[in-house]
């Protein structure tokens, strides 16, 4: 059981979470007395819900691990688990040193209690003394940026206000592990700039986090690696970016039959077939070379058969000038006939940082002309080069306006900026700086 | 069913369990002290008179008891008596009763109240009960010291009661006490209903304790009924310590503090059997 063992015991090479074929079956009863029942001469009167099933990982110090999945995949179980407030049916978690968490936001707060006694009383749950919590309780009211209100009724506290100083609470005790559930996504931009620094703080010295995250920015942002739940499953891990690509599928692959295209025939396809069946069985000749980095889903009736950038001459182009204006055309093909699609252009960074997103459904610029089965056409998009020099990747989606995916292709082709001895070598992006001095 | 017998009898690991509820709850102390003054605090939060009522409560009800046997019931324990005595007497019993009564009444559902606790943050859970024991002390030291005033003033209780057999009876009682509350804190958790059975278990419990009957009108039956509840070797205890100011029955004395180590052992390892799957029910 993961409680508080004293922090300063944890060996330098050992992993500071070891979670080694966790399953977790939460039994369901119809009423609580056949609980009792069973619980007092045995037998089955429950139903099963698995949560978890075999979910094995390592989290090494001084890393972190961000967690995946959609609403339901067993993540919040997951956590309980490893903080040690539920058991596991099978299998077992182990956490070298002390670990803090925040499993949901502002809970474990009590609301009548005002901030100041909240700290207080979190700070001692946290295995703090009186005299520790009052040493660090500046810090702690400072980073939350709550001086005003910490006299008042923790209730009182905007949500925002609340994470704030729940997130502060945790990340003060200085735990050799550290778990935040969704604790990102609430407070204002700032704040989770602040976070965000705590925590690459928290890893340059050497401890572990491991947090929960919808915002695929994020992760990929702050995380080492990033583990993919689905039905209680891992079904994916290793770089952020990757596995990111994978989240994204699973949220938006699914078209839900009731959403397809009007005009489409209604002999349904199997949705996931052709998501599966990957590049193998598509034998379009496609100029470009496979980008190995590339993801791909979706429907795939009417696909993105190719993706090239060409500059004002209409010549194909390896390698970009910051500030020209070029032009990317994606060849579609419809196998099938359909209306009001839209299509997207993402640029990511290699660290999967999204650099700029668009389609033409949220910019207004309105959906295609309706395709007939059989047809290829091209569709161009113009656009400056506002990028620094530097690898980016090209994002090439089309999608219909329920946001059924026909073709998402992830990173399909690259765009290489060359290099502008002008700026310096860390900006991304090119603000076309001009200069005066007014004084001259 | 013969499995749980065998583990109420392992020794062994009773003397484990008490090592580590021991060395567990000196760890919490701070959080342990915090929780029941805020619990204390959080009863009366509102009221204009606010934690005095803390004190004021147990006095004014003691107080109420005290006149009642004075002026009311007419209840003598000897030719001489005033009611004064069997005031004392009954109080004394009274104390660990309230006290009792006041922490147990409330520990089946102190894990479940506290649910957002238990489940979301990592606390350690094995102080709310400890709390609840805690709580009741204001309750049982100022019917106490009630009761110590009036064996004063009736010529009862002696020094050696009140500075040897008293702290010795409240160490036990207290640790009886939070083993009970452990015991049901626990169970309480999956079986909510045990709330409402302690309730009704506490109101006829009052009768059944050797509280209110002078011991020569004890019937025989009723003799065998406070033998059977562990909780009425503290009252005699208790009532040694206070009313009688000496050792009445040495065997008493004797079978308290293994009824106040079983306690604590069985409560502490049926918690901490049960704490990890509180999650799941909360």
Redesign the interface.
């Known amino acids: 059981?993961p409680?508080?063992p004293a922090a300063g015991d944890v060996a330098a090479d050992q992993p500071a979470v070891v979670v080694s074929h966790i399953s977790k079956a939460?039994?369901v009863w119809s009423n609580?007395r056949e609980?009792?029942m069973d619980?007092l001469f045995g037998g089955k009167r429950h139903s099963e819900f698995q949560a978890l099933k075999d979910v094995s990982f390592i989290v090494p110090r001084g890393s972190v691990v961000g967690l995946l999945g959609r609403n339901g995949a067993g993540k919040s179980t997951l956590l309980?688990i490893i903080?040690?407030?539920?058991?596991a049916t099978s299998g077992h978690a182990s956490v070298a040193g002390k670990?803090?968490?925040?499993?949901?936001l502002g809970?474990?707060f009590?609301p009548?209690?005002t901030g100041r006694?909240n700290v207080?009383?979190?700070g001692?749950?946290?295995g703090l003394?009186?005299a520790e919590v009052e040493k660090r309780y500046d810090e702690i009211v400072a980073f939350a940026e709550l001086e005003d209100f910490m006299d008042r009724p923790f209730r009182t506290f905007s949500s925002g206000m609340q994470a704030r100083l729940t997130f502060a609470v945790?990340t003060c005790v200085d735990p050799e592990v550290l778990i935040l559930d969704e604790a990102l996504s609430v407070g204002d931009a700032r704040f989770q700039l602040k976070s965000f620094d705590r925590i690459r703080d928290f890893k340059r010295r050497g401890k572990s986090i491991i947090l929960v995250s919808h915002s695929i920015s994020s992760i990929v942002a702050i995380c080492d690696r990033a583990i993919l739940l689905e039905a209680g499953q891992m079904i994916s891990e290793g770089d952020p970016s990757a596995v990111t690509n994978l989240y994204h599928e699973l949220l938006f692959a699914e078209a839900q039959p009731k959403l397809s295209p009007p005009p489409a025939p209604t002999h349904v396809e199997p949705v996931g077939e052709p998501v599966d069946s990957g590049e193998d069985d598509l034998p379009p000749p496609e100029p470009t070379p496979e980008n190995p980095r590339e993801h791909r889903y979706g429907r795939r009736q009417i696909e993105i058969v190719d993706v090239t950038i060409v500059n004002q001459d209409g010549v194909p182009v390896h390698s970009l000038k910051s500030l020209q204006q070029y032009r990317i055309i994606y060849r579609i093909r419809a196998k099938e006939a359909g209306s009001g699609l839209g299509v997207g252009f993402h640029v990511r960074n290699t660290q999967g940082m999204e650099v700029f997103a668009w389609d033409s459904h949220n910019s207004g610029a309105g959906s295609l002309g309706p395709f007939a089965a059989g047809e290829s056409r091209d569709v161009e998009i113009s656009f400056r080069c506002n990028l620094n020099q530097g690898h980016y990747f090209v994002s090439a989606t089309l999608a219909h306006p329920d946001q059924t995916k026909e073709d998402v292709r992830f990173d399909c082709a690259d765009l290489i900026v060359d290099p502008v001895p002008q700026l310096h070598h860390a900006s991304i992006v090119n603000l076309e700086v001009t200069f005066h001095d007014r004084g001259r | 069913m013969a499995n749980s017998v065998i583990r109420v009898l392992d020794l062994p690991g009773h003397v484990q369990a008490l090592l580590s509820a021991l060395t567990q709850l000196w760890r919490y102390r701070?959080?342990t002290l915090?929780?029941t003054k805020?619990d204390l605090l959080?009863r009366y939060?509102g009221s204009a008179f606010g934690a005095v009522w803390t004190f004021l409560s147990p006095l004014l009800i003691s107080g109420a008891n005290l006149l009642a046997y004075l002026y009311i019931f007419r209840i003598r324990l000897h030719p001489g008596d005033t009611g004064a005595g069997y005031a004392a007497f009954v109080l004394s019993g009274m104390a660990a009763w309230m006290a009792f009564s006041d922490a147990v009444g409330r520990a089946s559902s102190v894990i479940a109240s506290n649910g957002?606790?238990?489940?979301?943050?990592?606390?350690?859970s094995e102080v709310l009960p400890v709390k609840l024991a805690i709580a009741s002390v204001p309750t049982l030291l100022i019917t106490a010291a009630l009761v110590v005033g009036v064996a004063a003033f009736t010529g009862n209780g002696s020094i050696f009661g009140l500075l040897i057999l008293f702290p010795i009876a409240f160490v036990l009682f207290m640790t009886f006490l939070t083993g009970c509350c452990y015991l049901l804190a626990a169970i309480g958790v999956?079986?909510?209903?045990l709330k409402d059975i302690v309730g009704v278990l506490l109101s006829a419990g009052l009768f059944l304790h050797p509280i209110f009957y002078p011991p020569e009108a004890v019937p025989p039956w009723m003799a065998n009924v406070f033998l059977a509840s562990p909780l009425s070797y503290f009252i005699w205890c208790f009532r040694d310590a206070l009313y009688y100011g000496a050792v009445t029955h040495l065997w008493v004395w004797a079978v308290a503090p293994v009824w106040s180590a079983l306690s604590l052992a069985i409560g502490w390892r049926t918690f901490r059997a049960l704490r990890?799957?509180f999650?799941?029910?909360l």
Not at chain 1, 99 to 104: D, F, G, P, Q, T
């Open positions: 059981m409680s508080h939460y039994r609580p609980m009792l619980s309980r903080a040690g407030t539920l058991d670990v803090s968490a925040i499993l949901e809970t474990g009590h009548e209690y006694e207080f009383l979190g001692l749950c946290l003394t009186r945790a | 701070t959080l915090e929780m805020r959080d939060a957002n606790l238990v489940k979301q943050i990592v606390f350690p999956y079986f909510r209903d990890p799957s999650g799941n029910v």
